[in-house]
């Protein structure tokens, strides 16, 4: 059954690749498979979702595989801004983002060095009103990104949990891959812009992508005095948590870490 995040879209549950390697059949008795193509999912909704997670698999039990490839891929068009987003949980850190915001490209650098995420952002915009409706937009395609590169979200920490210091300002972030959205932000910018970026842009940016991905985020701000410090320190924190949460627990032998059983934006 197809799941519908906040803004519409409809993601479909992830496709099984099942490989010979992991049968326990002679190879001269392997069935063939095939994987079918992937295409666009079109949708009424601006948001264009690729499912793109594979799972191992067992004589159609599923298997726990940490070597699954869990990416998201999702494209936004409004008549606002045109937004794509490409996220690989699994990555090495590598970012390629350009957002026509330099201080947003700067913290979505951020995300993907100290996430070990690879991120790769394109987007343009009204930038000529300001950078509110880019900001939200790429966050809100990023949210939905993770959601799609989670999948079931099995074998996972789930949790995360990292403080993060930038010189005199320390941040800490606290996060639960629940399904359940929520944001508590404590944050205290002592000026309104960072360059040309509007500093409340922080907060909607988080709270867009929890709005999308299905996350409960908790930010406190323990120190600081720097704009720029506090809000990088912040970026950083929630790359180390969201870092954690996202890993593999291998004593879970890919169960999904809910006494529920399940972990769902449905």
């Known amino acids: 059954m197809a799941l519908r995040t906040p803004g519409g879209c ?6 099984i690749r099942v490989s010979p390697a992991t049968l326990s059949p002679p190879p001269a008795q392997l069935p063939l498979f095939h994987k079918p193509n992937s295409n666009n999912l079109k949708l009424s909704n601006p948001i264009i979702a690729t499912p793109r997670a594979s799972m191992a698999n067992d004589n159609s039990s599923p298997a726990f595989s940490a070597s699954q490839t869990r990416i998201g891929e999702v494209k936004r068009v409004t008549k606002e801004t045109n937004v794509s987003v490409k996220i690989n949980l699994d990555g090495k850190g590598i970012t390629d ?9 700067h913290m979505l650098d951020q995300l993907a060095s100290h996430g070990l995420f690879d991120v790769h952002v394109r987007a343009t915009g009204d930038i000529h009103i300001d950078d509110h409706h880019t900001n939200e937009d790429v ?14 979200r099995k074998g996972i920490n789930r949790f995360g949990d ?9 941040i800490h972030v606290s996060l639960d891959l629940s399904g359940r959205p929520h944001l508590s932000c404590d944050l205290h910018i002592p000026t309104e812009r960072v360059g040309s970026y509007d500093t409340q842009l922080v907060e909607h940016f988080f709270q867009s992508l929890v709005n999308t991905s299905g996350m409960t985020l908790h930010i406190r701000q323990l120190a600081g005095k720097n704009s720029h410090h506090i809000i990088e320190a912040t970026f ?3 790359a ?4 954690q949460a996202t890993e593999y627990d291998h004593r879970r032998a890919g169960t999904v870490p809910s006494s529920k059983g399940v972990l769902s934006r449905a």
């Open 10 to 15: 409809h993601l479909l549950p992830p496709r």
């Open 97 to 105: 983002s350009s957002t026509s915001v330099p201080f947003l490209d």
């Open 139 to 152: 966050a809100l395609a990023l949210g939905t990104a993770l959601l799609q590169a989670l999948g079931d």
């Open 162 to 170: 990292f403080s993060a210091s930038l010189d005199e300002a320390l």
């Open 236 to 238: 950083k924190a929630f």
């Open 240 to 243: 180390r948590a969201l870092r």
